[in-house]
Each structure stands twice: as C-alpha cells, then as structure tokens.
C-alpha cells in the first residue's frame, strides 16, 4: 500500500534513499473480525547508512549529525467493506463509479487499491495516498509522537510525554552524533507482530539500541569448527534492548477521532506507568524497575531490563545456578470467541486481558548443552471500560449519546511468566534440494541452506481460554535423520533441521500458570513457515486428545524448502504455479528409504507428519546482508548455524515468517497463504526468486472422527442441512447452556425474546463473566416488569441465580445497552416480553448493539449513521464509530429503505457478513432481507456464529 512521498520524506528524511538508509519491512495483515476491520502494519527506518557499496558487505555508520527515524507504521480500514464508487468514501458518502464491477450494476469496488500510483520519480510530490477507505497513523499527522516526530513514533514514549520519569531511563536520542553513546538509546525494531482482543490493537516489536557501533555488534567466533559451541565473548557489546510494546485504541483508530475526553487531537497519549493512570487513545507499556540493576544482575554489561522496553534480560536456573538469556521474541495473540467471557474481556470489568507469547532465541542460551523448554508470556491488563453516557428516547426516535468518549480501559503489563514445553532449540540453516542445472549466469553457486527464522511463536489464536501457538524450532529428541553420514566439514548437513511446533496452552485469567495441555510437531523435517490459524469447530471441552484436535490440525500447511524431486527430475516448471508433475510429487507418497541427503527420488525429509505441505519449484539462492535479531549485526556467524557450502557467499539466505492464515468470516473456513522458493526463467540474471501459494478449505465436520465414532450431531440437523456447520459450531460451544446434551435442536421454530437473549449473551461471555458483570453493576435488581426477580434487591448473584428461567441473560443485555423493552408503556413500568417471539429486523438490533457495543458507544443508543437521511433529533457527531456506513442512504436490501426504523443495523448485517438476505441481489434488483419475517432458530445460530465465533 503506496502511503505516497509525503509520508516518505517523512519517514524516512535521509537522502539519497537505498535499501541501506531507507528499509521498509515487517509486514502484517490482519482482519479484525471482531469489528470488521483491515488492519496492516509495518515498519519505516531510516537508518541513516548512506554509503551502502551495493549492500554486499556491511554498510558504515554515518557520524554526521543526521536524525535516525524508526517508525510504526498503522494503517486501518474504516469500515468492513470498500466504497463502491469513486471518492473512495471521504465525505462518508460513495460518488457512484460509472465502470460497472457486474454487468447491469452501476459501481465498482475499489478497497485495496490507491487513486494515484508513484510518481516517474521523487520528485513528484503529487504521488502516492491511501483513498477514503482507510486511515494511516505514523508520526505527526495522527500526533502520536513530539513535535515534529524528529526520531519516529518507535522512539515516542506516551507516558514520558505526559510528564513522566523513571529510574534507570536513558535519554532518547537518534542524532547520528550519539552513536557510541550507550547513556543514550536509539530503538530499532528487528520485528513487528500485530495482535487484536476486543477493544485494543497490539503492537510489540524485539528492538535494539542503534547507539551501539556496528563493529561493537556481533559477539561470536567466525571460524566454522566453533561456531556452534560458541558463547558471547567477553567485550562484546549486544545491542539487544528487549520489547517495546504498543497498545491502541480501537474506539480511536477506526476512525480517526479521539475517543478520550477532552483531547482536541486524532490521537493522544494515555499513560500506563504513571499514578494516576491517564486516560488516552494509545500507551506504550513497559516494567518500572527499581533503580540501579535489577537483582544485581548484569551480564556484559546488559541488564536485565530498563525503561522503555521490557524483558532485555531473563534469568533461568539450571541446576542452582541463574542464567542470564538475550532474546525474549513475543507475539501479541489474536483474540477470538467469547470476547468478553471471565477469560478473556471478562465483559470490559477490571482484569480484562490479552497476552503477549514468546520464546527465547536459542542462539543466546549460555550453555548449550541444555536446550530451552519454557515458553513465556506478559498479561496486558485492562481497567474496567465505561462508554459514553445516553440521553432519554423521545417518542420513537432512539436516544443519542451525551458523552462522546471512552472512560477506562487502560492496560498496564502483567508479570513475566513461563510454562514448560518439551525441549527445543533454534532450528538450524537447512538443506534445499539442489536446483536443476540451468544456463549461465542463472546456475552459477552451488545449492545454499535456507535460514527459516529463530524458535519464536509465528501466531498465536486466543479462543475459549485456550491458546493455539504455531512455532518453528529444532526438536533435540526426536531427530529426523542419523548424524553418521554427515561430518562437521563435509558438503551435507549434520543432523539438525526444521520442523513446526503446534502447543494448546490454558490460560483463564490474567495472573493465573499457563498449562500446556497438549503439543505436537510435524515430523521429518525441513519445514518451515506455519500458515496457522484456529477454525471454530475445534472441540473445545472433555479431554484434550487427536478426537478434539483434529479441527485445528487437518487444515494446516507448512512450508519445505525438500521437495522429493531429484535433481534430475524432468519436471517442466510452469513460472508462478507448479506444473502437475511436481504437485504430484510434492505430496501424498509415503517416505522412501534414504541412506543420504541427495540424489535420491524419495526422501524422509519431504513428507510431513500432519496434513499438508507446500514444497519449493526450485532453491532460493539470494545471498543478504541481513541483520541478527538480537545482535542487530551483519555478520552472519552471529546465527550460530552451520556456514553455507564451498563457493557460497557466507551471507543468511532468509526465508522466515514467510507464511499466514485467516479464518473467512462468511463461511467459516480457513484461508492459508505462504512463499516457497521458485524455479527461475532461463532468461532472468540473477539469484532467488520465490513465489506464494493460496489454499482455502471450507469448515466441515467429519461423521466420524479419527477412531471411527459418529461424531455427535442433533437428528434434526444432520450433515446436508443448510445450516449444520452453524448449529454444531453453537452446540459444542454451547451456546445454549447444556446443548451437548440434547438430542434434538428444532431449527425451523420460532425464537422468543428470551431465548434471544440467553443465546446472545452465551455467544459473548461465560457464565463466570455474566455472574461478575451482573455483581459490579447492582447485583440482583430487576428491570423489566415481566422478568420475575430471583432474589432481594442488592443480594450476590452466582451462575445458578435464577437458572430456572432468564433473568441473567435479560438483565444483562440491559445493563449493557442492548434492549431497552419491548415497547413503550403508560403505566410507568418497563417490560421485555420475554415470550414474544423476534422478528429478523429486531435481532439485527440485537446483534449488532453486542458485537460492537464496547468498542463504540453509540451502538448502545441505536444512533444512526451522520448522514443527510438520518431521521430528525438523530443526528450525533464525534461518537465513536457511527457504524461506518459508506453507503450513506444507499440500502442493501430492497425491503430496508434508509427510512425503517432499523435500516442501520440491517446495513451493519450486511457489512459485516452476518447476513446476506433472504434473497439474492441480481444486476438489475436488490435482494430482500426480510425484517418482519419470524426469526427461526436455524437462522440465529447461524447469525450468532458469524458474528461472535468466526
């Protein structure tokens, strides 16, 4: 996505601009199916090496007083789908576009696209810019940094803006004169990992300190005989800082307005560390640490850790005797199911939590003979979340906001813990089947190893309190192949190799030991890049075994860089898919029987211990310069892994997280996305090229599972049914409390009010949150009427308070804004008519007040969206997100004009692919929605899958 030369001058200010002073990386994409957003995020550094040589050796540090940057880069749809039109949506409203995207439609889509591509040159001030469908945060236009943002937002500390000191802080500073200057930091991100919970985004980038001289950098022994027992010597100087670590609001970020009160700003800054807390619509989170070393220990000078980052250090005992480890790499975790059960969101009360996971680099495991077998993680806390206040309904026109802003919500870091896995260590460089004899210049090197990255978790998918975590590491147990044919110097690898790890740890709240509960790993080896991510038919209760799991494992791709093709193989590579010949070779032959590494037609490397692999065309063979994560060095001898073979250069030959994942919010299946080395055109010069693949695998449920038992299933919803995958997703989630037990569903009978509210409030919190919500809102009260109280006002309310009917489910979707009533009255007493059956234009109501209620406030009072057809008294400015409709007065649906007392929340139905009609659109009419048609039970699981449990 082209930000434009604005952004780039801003970014990146040192000219003339290479890929030496300029770099851009660190890539993600996430989409928040929580809220219906776009998220991407990267990273801008200007680095100010000027004097590259062709960035065939390492670059020389400039002492001429030039700024160094290091940047954040965020960028957010505003909505779930594109303007269709030109515009691109900045006046909230679509300019039809004449080129029609159907035929008989007026219209296009245009989402991911920018309205001007670069320009010829630099020059061109006019090129580049994102269109009206997103909004980008990066320095000074969203004031996330200080005046004039002179070293980037990475260097930006919200709370030291709001005033704040703190012991053993160094000054900030990114002058290319305080370089050798350890009193003074420069952060540099070596990472950028992306994460979502319910109402934050999280960004937390492994950074270290540019301060630190190149030379001073890489602290190894070079020669090869010692490279893999090597320890850090004695003057050297690791520039490893640890993690910094971002948390955003997303109340501010979709749309571009501040959340916080009193803030005349797009964005401003909270304060985590400081007392009291500030309030704000991002904060940087870090330790506040005891002045001098922490526990006295320091090792090279490193201590363990200091202000604005945190966990530079971290100490394990072996055998009495504490070890001091660099390289703590986290990933913030992706948060998804009940967003706001006692385990997760805990309904936007005090002790709401995601989690950052992470793994130490092995690489810096002072004595290697003892490999690593914990894996770590840091809680991010959340103060209780209170929205904007409403104002009273007049006659039918629904209330509007009297407080536009966001109260509470600040995170603040929870304490480092660990938990034990089986022993792993860094997976090695490994081998890639040699490529096909080509002509010169394209065949000139012999075949490289391939660095697939270190041993951190690559993803990580919070659902129902359990973490699914895919890694990459060298399992030191369970060893692919026999070391007796390779030996230290001989052109075949040793024994080590690469292999993807899958751990489900139980967390079930903020301070409370992770248990990892099961693990399994891909076997043979060779395997790199988990495209990993968590279905949500994934058996989420009973005890933990390949039945449960076997959702989460049957749909997962990996990448290998060992294909089971021979050198000679006479395989016809087709230039950006593989022809069908190597497809058929790539996969489903049993392992052959290998004495050695190559020549061979078959090999144990090749074949994977789960379910699928994705194999290279051909080696990827470009040499780079490229940076160690935690030495922040060039040299290569850094990586502690074995050199590449004679006549190649000794540069790292990188691949790394090359791979990703997402569940499809419409169907519920899963999209897999990955790199893998490429064959080359015989007319292109030069090295290493490489390629993607793109799977998707619909959500299914097998009749029988692994052991050839039938797989429970309601008689009346038997495989075939419309809506079977919607209904068992919601019957082993349980959705409807004891559901697991019942062998019948009735998907085509009506659903009443309360039936409504038991299944929407399930879809977001336990019974545990829906207990402790209730206790810190009044405890047992009773708001309607028609809904017995189960209990003197004031009294406790546990899971089993009035079980006997709804009362829990019903109170609760009042304290939180979802329902005001069934209707209004003149008898001075409020009702919920819970035995009324609900029509599909008040379930709209329903669902999209909850899924989107603690984000933005106004989706508690049923505001409409700013529009020039919003009916009179409705109109609300500056308030939250106003749904982001693009449409304007445009409807989906040809029985939901812009006048119904619903249209908004329909709109949102759409949007969000919650609900798709009743009836297709077609290129000449719109489809139908059908608001006051009765709503089946078939229907609402299916409406309350998509929308809490993609």
Request: one cysteine or more; aromatic letters at 10%.
């Amino acid at each position: 996505m082209w930000l434009g030369e604005a952004a780039l001058n801003e970014l990146c200010p040192t000219t003339p601009r290479s890929n030496a002073s300029c770099e851009i990386g660190n890539a993600s994409v996430r989409y928040d199916q929580m809220q219906g957003r776009f998220v991407v995020l990267f990273t801008v550094v200007d680095t100010g090496l000027v004097s590259c040589g062709g960035c065939s050796g390492v670059p020389a540090q400039m002492t001429a007083t030039l700024r160094r940057k290091a940047s954040w880069v965020l960028i957010a749809s505003k909505w779930a789908t594109g303007c269709q039109g030109a515009g691109g949506g900045f006046a909230g409203v679509c300019t039809p576009n004449t080129t029609p995207a159907v035929n008989g439609l007026i219209g296009n889509t245009a989402f991911f696209t920018t309205p001007q591509p670069p320009g010829p040159s630099q020059a061109n001030p006019n090129s580049g810019g994102i269109n009206g469908n997103w909004v980008a945060y990066y320095g000074i236009p969203d004031n996330s940094c200080e005046p004039g943002c002179p070293f980037g937002n990475i260097n930006s500390i919200s709370d030291v803006r709001n005033g704040g000191a703190f012991p053993g802080a160094r000054t900030i500073d990114c002058n290319n004169t305080a370089v050798g200057d350890l009193s003074r930091v420069c952060y540099f991100p070596s990472s950028a990992r992306l994460g979502l919970d319910n109402d934050n985004i999280v960004v937390s980038s492994s950074v270290y300190n540019d301060n630190v001289p190149l030379a001073l950098r890489s602290g190894f022994f070079t020669d090869r005989t010692s490279a893999k027992q090597a320890s850090r010597n004695a003057g050297g100087a690791s520039a490893w800082e640890g993690t910094r670590t971002r948390v955003y609001k997303k109340a501010a970020i979709y749309t571009g307005v501040t959340s916080t009160p009193g803030c005349a700003s797009p964005l401003c800054p909270g304060a985590s560390q400081l007392s009291p807390r500030i309030q704000g619509d991002f904060y940087d989170l870090f330790e506040v640490q005891p002045a001098g070393l922490v526990s006295g220990a320091a090792i090279n000078g490193i201590v363990n850790s200091a202000p604005y980052a945190f966990d530079r250090v971290v100490v394990r005992n072996i055998g009495g005797t504490p070890e001091f480890m660099l390289g703590l790499n986290y990933e913030p975790e992706h948060v998804r199911g009940r967003s706001l059960a006692s385990f997760s969101g805990n309904g936007n009360l005090d002790g709401a939590y995601s989690a950052l996971w992470g793994a130490v680099n092995a690489e810096f495991l002072p004595s290697s003979a003892n490999p690593q077998t914990l894996l770590y993680h840091r809680s991010i806390i959340y103060t209780r979340t209170v929205a904007g206040t409403l104002g009273a309904n007049v006659s039918s026109v629904p209330a509007t906001v009297n407080t536009p802003a966001i109260v509470g919500g600040i995170p603040h870091l929870g304490a480092l813990q660990s938990h034990t896995v089986p022993r792993f260590i860094n997976p090695d460089s490994i081998v890639q089947r040699d490529k096909l004899t080509q002509p010169s210049p394209n065949n000139q090197l012999t075949t490289p190893w391939l660095h697939v990255g270190d041993d951190r978790p690559h993803r990580v998918i919070a659902r129902e309190g359990e973490r699914y975590i895919a890694r990459v590491a060298f399992l030191p147990d369970f060893e692919a192949l026999p070391a007796a044919p390779c030996t230290a110097d001989s052109n075949c690898k040793e024994a080590n190799w690469s292999t993807v790890v899958y751990d489900i740890v139980q967390k079930l709240s903020a301070a409370g030991a992770a248990s990892e509960v099961y693990n399994t790993s891909w076997a043979n080896g060779s395997y790199y890049a988990p495209m990993h991510d968590t279905p949500a038919n994934v058996v989420q209760y009973g005890s933990i075994s390949p039945v449960n799991v076997q959702p989460f494992l049957e749909k997962l791709f990996a990448g290998t860089v060992f294909p089971p093709l021979a050198p000679s193989d006479p395989r016809t590579f087709q230039y950006g898919q593989m022809a069908t010949v190597a497809l058929l070779a790539c996969k489903g032959q049993e392992p052959g029987v290998s004495s050695g590494l190559t020549g061979n037609t078959t090999s144990a490397r090749a074949y994977p211990g789960l379910f699928d692999i994705r194999c290279g065309e051909d080696a990827y063979d470009t040499a780079q310069p490229f940076r160690h994560p935690v030495t922040a060095s060039f040299s290569p001898f850094d990586f502690l892994e074995d050199l590449q073979p004679s006549g190649f250069p000794p540069q790292i030959v990188p691949f790394g997280i090359r791979g990703g994942a997402s569940t499809d919010p419409n169907n519920m299946g899963l999209w897999l996305y990955g790199a893998y080395a490429k064959g080359r055109l015989a007319s292109v010069p030069g090295y290493g090229q490489w390629g993607t693949y793109v799977a998707h695998y619909p959500v299914t449920f097998p009749i029988r599972d692994p052991y050839n038992n039938t797989i429970a299933s309601y008689a009346d919803v038997q495989p075939g049914h419309q809506f079977f995958t919607y209904i068992q997703i919601a019957k082993q989630t349980e959705i409807d409390p004891g559901s697991r037990t019942q062998s019948a569903f009735n998907p085509t009978g009506a659903v009443s009010r309360a039936e409504m509210a038991r299944w929407l409030l399930r879809s977001q919190m336990d019974e545990n949150g829906i207990s402790a919500y209730l206790n810190s809102t009044g405890g047992i009260f009773c708001s309607f009427a028609d809904v017995a109280c189960p209990g003197a006002s004031g009294g406790t309310v546990t899971n089993t308070t009035g079980s006997s009917g709804d009362w829990r489910y019903i109170e609760t979707m009042y304290r939180r804004g979802y329902t005001k009533g069934c209707e209004a009255t003149n008898d001075g007493q409020r009702r919920f008519c819970p035995t009324r059956t609900l029509t599909r234009g008040e379930m709209a109501v329903f669902v999209i007040r909850a899924k989107m209620n603690a984000v933005f406030p106004t989706v508690t009072s049923g505001a409409f969206t700013t529009t020039s057809c919003q009916p009179a008294g409705t109109q609300v400015t500056n308030v939250g997100d106003q749904f982001g409709l693009f449409t304007g007065c445009s409807p989906y649906f040809s029985d939901v004009p812009n006048t119904h007392p619903y249209y908004s929340f329909i709109q949102k139905m759409r949007e969000l692919r919650i609900s798709n009609g009743t009836t297709y659109s077609t290129p000449t009419a719109l489809g139908a929605y059908s608001p006051d048609a009765t709503l089946t039970r078939g229907e609402l699981m299916t409406f309350l899958v998509r929308a809490f449990f993609p």
